[in-house]
């Protein structure tokens, strides 16, 4: 994870609100994501736009992230209505985001993972609370 830890302009804790259609083929030759909507509840990395944010994942099977079985889509146990979860995000051209990898784009988060997030993100990526407190 730390190498998506790395990638990642945005990473965040969040409750899923919803989940979109998924797509009709598997991530591979062609890109197959699926959309999620986040209420953020915490910024670990970056700057957060909005208090809400839609983040398209990777399809991939066999990854962590998908549901089991045939038939493209992300997990249902995963990514159910109000699970909390631990997401990295890349800025994409359209001004949306994008899950940096099908592994540890979203993540269940413990408290452990949280702070090993933390501690292993850099200093200046961690976004502050409230007003700064630097003198001018």
Known sequence: WERA????????????ESVGPPPSHWSGYFGGDQEVRYRVDETV???CPDPQLVVAHLVVKN???AEPGDVPGLSSQLFRSGARLLVMGVSVSDGGW???SERFGAM???TELLEEVR???APAD???????????
Do not use: H, M, N, Q
């Open 5 to 16: 830890v790395r990638r990642s302009e945005l990473i965040f804790l969040g409750s899923v």
């Open 45 to 47: 990395k970056g700057v």
């Open 63 to 65: 990854s962590p992230t």
């Open 98 to 100: 994008s899950s940096p």
């Open 108 to 110: 269940p988060c413990s």
């Open 119 to 121: 501690a292993f993100a």
């Open 126 to 136: 961690i976004a502050p609370i409230g007003p700064s407190l630097t003198p001018t």
